[in-house]
């Protein structure tokens, strides 16, 4: 087993006299928490990887190593797609159990992550730097309801009668498609978890899941808790490693009848190619964002200002959702940047476990520089770069909340997912123009509009190519809504009823009948 220090800042930036107050009123992260799992989880039990290969895991805040995890590649892929077609297999215990069953399995893994919340949110803080509070209040909370949410569906998968013409009886049931292969990210490990196994699960089908190399340990503890919860072995099957070698096996194996990923265009749509060449994969894409967001000059302006600040800022920039192409009606541009940039230099960025963090580090150094080659892109293509634009610190990877301001749509900064702290305002004179303007990317995941006048709101919410759309309002997503992308931001769709449905086929069974009756 492997222990990590966690290091409170020795600097705060707020009233000393405040911050006691506060940090007596708010849960603790764990202190030296110990690093329970780093095997490979086949079958309900841990495995050293085939190959003997370890990779090392980090802590972003710092850049130092936490420990070394077991890494899968194809030969494990192999064995866990076998524990779980065993399991799938007609006459099993998963293949046998009352749908209801399934669904306390769930719940009772829901109310494990509960009991752990503290312990995951200290893990996830530690693994992939983001802010502790907000993990704890965000991440662990929507994982949890994910979980419950599902939890409550099992049983309640319903086919239908079908009048069909002649001496027949007609009706539909939703069966599970089989095995499952899932490929979740790096910046919400938790929460994307949940969002893959809990419908997977509640619906029949079981599961070999592989977490972000970045961010492995909260996963593994799950699969911890999966076993501790009851579900049978074989069904969740939890296998760390990278995307070239264990990723591409899982996307390309014969024996997986369907995959689910969420993660960059470009790796997306590798995946698709692999499962079309392969069996003919089932496939759910949650793939890129570049998204509009559009501020009327009707709208609350401090309402649009702290809503937009959020929405690009939030988790250091690293969301699909991020609203980072930002429209400002020209009378009220110059007024949305100026406040726009005074509450970016109020951001506090700082160690995940400071209770007074609003923003961590980026994941890795590879992310720093990537997102510093953006902003040097920007500056480059004739952006006015109003604050921000640097790494912070000595130790680490973070980087300054950044405003661009006098942004065209040609620019790069404008045009590619930058999956960083990193926001940029542009002006826009009329609801047509904007319109177009929105609508003219790849992309297509979400998009905002902050107006007081219902049918501007209305208007735009209808032209707009995006899966969701928020009205003064960002990032309000809910286990219960469907959420997925237009255009090369995905295929199919997670949460919701509609989740269930990629998880499932359904099946038309028709009886003859010596007569009927309506």
Same mark, same amino acid.
């Given at each position: !087993? ?10 705060? /930036? ?13 849960? +603790? ?9 780093? /095997? ?49 297999? %007609? ?33 996830? +803080? ?64 938790? !929460? !994307? ?19 972000? *190399? ?24 939890? %296998? ?30 590798l995946i698709q190619e692999a499962a079309g060449k392969s069996n003919l994969k089932r496939i759910t894409l949650e793939l890129g964002g570049k998204n ?65 963090? *609003?923003? $961590?580090?980026?994941? +890795? ?23 921000? $634009? ?20 040609? !620019? ?71 959420? $997925? ?34």
């Amino acid at each position: !087993m492997t222990s990590s220090k966690i290091e409170i800042p020795g600097e705060v /930036k707020s009233d000393p006299a405040a911050l006691m107050a506060s940090l007596q009123l708010m849960p +603790s992260p764990v202190p030296n928490p110990e690093i329970k799992h780093t /095997k490979i989880f086949i079958n309900n039990e841990w495995h050293h990887s085939v190959s003997g290969k370890v990779f090392a895991v980090y802590n972003p805040a710092t850049g130092e190593q936490i420990c070394e995890v077991q890494e899968a590649d194809k030969a494990d892929v192999d064995k866990a797609v076998q524990a779980a077609r065993l399991a799938f297999s %007609l006459g099993s215990v998963w293949r046998k159990m009352d749908a209801s069953e399934r669904g306390r399995l769930l719940a009772k893994l829901a109310d494990l992550v509960e009991r752990d919340s503290v312990y995951l949110a200290t893990i996830e +803080s530690l693994n992939s730097g983001k802010p502790f509070l907000p993990t704890l209040f965000v991440d662990l909370q929507a994982t949890i309801k994910t979980l419950r949410y599902f939890a409550g569906y099992a049983d309640k998968i319903h086919g239908t009668s079908i009048p069909m013409d002649g001496e027949y009886l007609t009706f539909t049931r939703y069966e599970p498609i089989g095995v499952c292969g899932q490929i979740i990210p790096w910046n919400f490990p938790l !929460m !994307m978890t949940a969002w893959k196994l809990a419908p997977a699960v509640a619906c029949g089908n079981t599961v070999v899941l592989k977490p972000a *190399e970045q961010t492995p340990l909260t996963c593994l503890y799950i699969a911890a808790l999966a076993k501790e919860a009851g579900f049978p072995p074989g069904v969740i099957n939890i %296998l760390p490693g990278y995307g070239p070698t264990a990723g591409a096996a899982i996307a390309s194996h014969m024996g997986i009848d369907k995959v689910a990923f969420t993660g960059s265009t470009e790796v997306g749509k590798l995946i698709q190619e692999a499962a079309g060449k392969s069996n003919l994969k089932r496939i759910t894409l949650e793939l890129g964002g570049k998204n509009p967001n559009i501020i009327f000059a009707d709208a609350d302006l401090d309402v649009a200002v702290e809503q937009a600040h959020q929405g690009v800022f939030f988790n250091a920039g690293q969301c699909c959702t991020a609203g980072s192409r930002i429209y400002v009606e020209d009378s009220i541009y110059e007024e949305f940047v100026r406040r726009s940039v005074e509450r970016a230099k109020r951001r506090t960025v700082g160690s995940p476990f400071d209770p007074t963090t *609003e923003q $961590g580090p980026q994941i +890795s150094r590879e992310q720093q520089n990537r997102v510093l080659e953006f902003i040097q892109s920007g500056i480059s293509e004739g952006a006015k770069l109003e604050c921000g $634009g640097k790494a912070l610190g000595l130790k680490g990877f973070f980087i300054e909340p950044t405003v661009f301001s006098n942004v065209t749509d040609d !620019m790069r900064i404008a045009r590619e997912e930058i999956f960083g702290p990193v926001q940029q305002i542009m002006k826009f004179k009329t609801i047509e123009e904007v319109i177009e303007r929105a609508n003219n990317s790849d992309y297509g995941l979400v998009a905002a509009v902050f107006t007081s006048d219902i049918n501007k709101a209305m208007t735009i919410t209808t032209a707009l190519q995006a899966g969701t759309v928020w009205i003064n309002c960002f990032n309000a997503l809910s286990t219960q809504c469907p959420f $997925g992308g237009y255009k090369m931001s995905g295929n199919g769709r997670e949460l919701g009823e509609s989740g269930l449905r990629e998880y499932t086929e359904q099946k038309t069974i028709t009886v003859k009948m010596v007569s009927k009756n309506s």
